[in-house]
């Protein structure tokens, strides 16, 4: 029902202990749906994150949805990070449930009141308008700039670089056609799917 890093950790822990392994851990913790992250800080404050500033300079925001952080697949969030901070710009990475999630736009319009951003880079896909009816506002429009939609494609790289038409017709529809909807300038395809390893 919850489900994160540390509510998966403890369900290994709950079953060691019904082999008689280990202590019984605790029961599975609430999971936000909606809020800040920070790479190898748990439930990190925008106080926290300033920290990791520098000062006076503009602050990129990062969309992108919870699940990635429930199932623990942050890496193409952790590179986004990465590379801004290497072109001298502060990242907000928010995660949310959705963009038409009470919560999820709540959190974001307190965020933007407190930081505005210079730029927002959205991994979320669909759109908040429907096509072919009025524009409903986006909790992104808030600051007033730019919303780039970077995708975190469904399909694989060797799919998309052979492929003619490149991404996908999903891809294409939920990251693609549908967010230019909402207004929306389309940047690029940053992480693509990959098989999952084994571990021993």
Same mark, same amino acid.
């Given at each position: 029902?919850?489900?994160?890093?540390?509510?998966?950790?403890?369900?290994?822990?709950?079953?060691?202990?019904?082999?008689?392994?280990?202590?019984?851990?605790?029961?599975?913790?609430?999971?936000?749906?909606?809020?800040?992250?920070?790479?190898?800080?748990?439930?990190?404050?925008?106080?926290?994150?300033?920290?990791?500033?520098?000062?006076?300079?503009?602050?990129?925001?990062?969309?992108?949805?919870?699940?990635?952080?429930?199932?623990?697949? $942050?890496?193409?969030?952790?590179?986004?990070?990465?590379? $801004?901070?290497?072109?001298?710009?502060?990242?907000?990475?928010?995660?949310?449930? &959705?963009?038409?999630?009470?919560?999820?736009?709540?959190?974001?319009?307190?965020? +933007?009141?407190?930081?505005?951003?210079?730029?927002?880079?959205?991994?979320?896909?669909?759109?908040?308008?429907?096509?072919?009816?009025?524009?409903?506002?986006?909790?992104?429009?808030?600051?007033?700039?730019?919303?780039?939609?970077?995708? +975190?494609?469904?399909?694989?790289?060797?799919?998309?670089?052979?492929?003619?038409?490149?991404?996908?017709?999903?891809?294409?529809?939920?990251?693609?056609? $549908?967010?230019?909807?909402?207004?929306?300038?389309?940047?690029?395809?940053? &992480? +693509?799917?990959?098989?999952?390893?084994?571990?021993?």
């Amino acid at each position: 029902n919850e489900g994160g890093p540390e509510n998966a950790e403890n369900l290994l822990l709950y079953c060691a202990h019904l082999l008689g392994r280990t202590e019984e851990p605790s029961g599975p913790a609430p999971f936000l749906k909606a809020g800040l992250y920070w790479p190898q800080i748990t439930l990190p404050t925008l106080d926290t994150i300033q920290t990791q500033w520098r000062d006076g300079a503009p602050v990129a925001a990062i969309i992108f949805y919870r699940a990635l952080l429930q199932g623990n697949s $942050l890496a193409p969030v952790d590179a986004l990070i990465d590379q $801004l901070r290497i072109k001298g710009l502060n990242p907000l990475p928010i995660f949310v449930s &959705s963009l038409k999630e009470e919560v999820s736009i709540a959190i974001i319009e307190q965020l +933007f009141g407190k930081v505005r951003p210079g730029i927002i880079l959205n991994c979320t896909g669909f759109a908040v308008s429907t096509p072919g009816q009025n524009r409903i506002p986006s909790p992104l429009d808030g600051p007033g700039c730019p919303v780039l939609q970077v995708i +975190f494609s469904g399909s694989g790289e060797g799919a998309w670089s052979a492929s003619p038409h490149g991404l996908g017709s999903r891809d294409l529809a939920m990251n693609v056609a $549908l967010p230019e909807v909402d207004g929306r300038v389309l940047a690029r395809a940053v &992480s +693509f799917k990959t098989d999952t390893a084994y571990d021993e």
